[in-house]
Structure formats: structure tokens, C-alpha cells
């Protein structure tokens, strides 16, 4: 009779989640640490982490370390694994990034490269940088962010889907090649979800014809999969995952666009 292992004993006693000052990340930050484990919370705000990190040793009893780190500069991931290297990380939750919809062309090139380091290098060196390291330990996990509809594109946020398409196809590959050093990876997909990013695209949720899921849902939905059925992506949300299904991909693209640009026009005019 196969002895049963709990999801801490597996991955724990710590794990790491990027991008943990707000929204998904912080979400992801409460739930693990509601199942026992101690968390390494890392983004810029350090005020919302320490924050943060006061709200789950008082809630829960675990230990949080603060790492301030801007996921944007080249040599971040190696300044926050020396900031852990006395830590047992079993567990990686690469979630940093943000957006900023606009037109392409008029876009400034040195943001757009800024906004693809954190968007889709940071994920590549955090895979590389923490895979080495849970091969070494003889297991572990690995969760990439992704984005709903990246893989087939987004008009007006060109730069970001393709950077986290870059991200969901490094997960997919990295899902088979890291499972016989005993480490599980899956990219989740991220669909339409209440955070701030939903505003600072300019969008009204109560007028988005799907309306956005809560972080609590999205976080759960992807904690239960990874756990569940060894899946290399997974797109929380049941009707999320039918709409993907059923509408083409290039439906899906001028539905996103439109939606995308009207806002930007809405927050042209309101800025007016």
C-alpha cells in the first residue's frame, strides 16, 4: 500500500512566489501558507510585502522572508538566489509581471524591452536559476505564469503576449525534460482576473462580456490542478477553458483587440 504525502511534505518547507506584493501573487502567498508552508515573498513593493508578510506569520503561524527585487534587471534572479540560498525552496511560483496595452509602434522600444525581461526572461532565468537548484534537492515544482489567449496573440499588447507565450511554451517543454529530475512544472494560464492590471488596461469589469475572476479562484483552480493531474498548462475557469475550446483563434484575436481598443480610446478620452 503506497504511503500517502501530503502536498507540504512534498514541496515544502518553503516556497517562493515572484511577483507576491499584490493580486495573484499575494493570493498564491495566503494559500500556501494556509497548507504549512514558510514563504519567500519577492517583488519591488516592499511595503505591501512586509505587509503582506506580517499578515501570514499572524494568520498562520509560518515564516516569511521580504526579498525587494526588481525582476526587470538582468542580474535579479542571481541576487535573489543568493537572498535564499539557506533556505530549503521546494516549491517555485514564478508570477511576475504587468502589462501596458498601446499601440505597437508607439510604444517606447527601451519600455517594451524593460517590460519583456520581467514578462518572459525573469520566468526563463527563474526556471534555469531554481531548477538547478530543486534537480540538486531531488524534486520539487515549478509554476509559470502565463496568459489566456498569448499563444495565438493580443493586439495591442503585442509585446506581452508574446512574451508570455514564450513563457507557456518553456513550460510546456520544461514539464517533460524536468520530471526525471522529479520536478513537476505547469504553466498556468491566466484568464481575465479582478486585479489591478484589469483597470490599468482601461477595462470596466462589470462591462466585459466574460466577467474576471476572483485571484481567490484563479489561485485555488491552479493549486488543485498542480496537485491533481500532473498537467503541463492549465486554464482556471470552466467556461474560460470552453471558450478556448470553441472559438477560433483568430475569432478569439479580433474579439481581444476590439475589446482592448476601446478602452484605450475610453482612457484617451477620459485623460482629455
Known amino acids: 500500500m503506497k504511503s500517502i504525502v501530503s502536498f507540504l511534505d512534498r514541496y515544502g518547507p518553503w516556497a517562493l512566489v515572484t511577483g507576491a506584493s ?8 495566503r494559500q500556501l501558507a494556509s497548507e504549512g508552508f514558510h514563504l519567500v515573498l519577492a517583488a519591488r513593493r516592499e511595503d505591501l ?11 498562520f503561524g509560518v515564516q516569511a522572508r521580504v526579498v525587494v527585487v526588481d525582476l526587470s534587471e538582468e542580474d535579479a534572479v542571481d541576487r535573489l538566489g543568493r537572498a535564499v540560498a539557506d533556505l530549503d525552496i521546494g516549491l517555485v511560483v ?3 509581471g504587468t502589462g501596458d496595452p498601446g499601440h505597437f509602434l508607439d510604444q517606447d522600444h527601451d519600455e517594451q524591452l ?7 526572461l525573469s520566468h526563463l532565468n527563474v526556471a534555469h536559476h531554481f ?7 531531488g524534486g520539487g515544482g515549478i509554476l509559470l505564469g502565463g496568459a489566456m489567449g498569448a499563444a495565438h496573440g493580443i493586439p495591442f499588447s503585442a509585446n506581452e503576449a508574446g512574451a508570455k507565450a514564450l513563457v507557456q511554451s518553456l513550460g510546456e517543454s520544461l514539464h517533460v525534460e524536468l520530471r526525471r529530475q522529479g520536478i513537476r512544472v505547469m504553466t498556468y494560464v491566466v484568464p481575465p482576473t479582478d486585479t489591478a492590471i484589469i483597470r490599468k488596461f ?15 479562484q484563479c489561485v ?9 493531474n500532473g498537467k503541463s498548462s492549465f486554464l482556471p475557469g470552466r467556461m474560460n477553458r470552453i471558450m478556448s475550446a470553441i472559438i477560433p483563434a483568430f475569432v478569439m484575436r479580433l474579439m481581444m483587440g476590439a475589446m482592448i481598443e476601446r478602452a484605450l480610446a475610453n482612457r484617451s478620452d477620459q485623460a482629455a
Do not use: C
Open 22 to 29: 499584490s493580486g495573484i501573487g499575494a493570493e498564491f502567498a
Open 49 to 59: 510585502l512586509d505587509a503582506l508578510a506580517a499578515e501570514l506569520s499572524r494568520r
Open 94 to 96: 514564478s508570477n511576475a
Open 114 to 120: 524593460r517590460l519583456f525581461r520581467l514578462n518572459a
Open 131 to 137: 531548477g538547478g537548484r530543486l534537480a540538486r534537492r
Open 202 to 216: 482601461g477595462l470596466d469589469p462589470e462591462l466585459m462580456p466574460v466577467k474576471p475572476m476572483s485571484t481567490t
Open 220 to 228: 485555488s483552480e491552479t493549486l488543485r490542478a498542480f496537485r491533481a
